[in-house]
């Protein structure tokens, strides 16, 4: 994928929090596949709390797969996606 290319959630029904987190997951690939406390080294101005409701409220929407205390990007969900 060229690197101006961004894969873009397209959903409106997703909160900012969790329309964030999902965009830093699906196009940062060290971030498809991780921990919470991961996830606040890379977003470092947002809260454990704030993370961890936008990750439960992507993993409701199946938008990530949760298995232990690790999140991953459910890639079957990416073609219902654009490229912006």
Known sequence: MPENLRIDP???DLSLEANGVLSKMLNNPDTD???????CVV???????????ALAELTDKGYLLRI???YA???VRITEMKLA
């Open 10 to 12: 397209n959903d409106n």
């Open 33 to 39: 596949y991780v921990k919470a406390v991961d996830l």
């Open 43 to 53: 977003c470092e101005n947002d809260s454990l709390r704030t993370i961890k409701k």
């Open 68 to 70: 232990g205390n690790t």
């Open 73 to 75: 990007v459910n890639k």
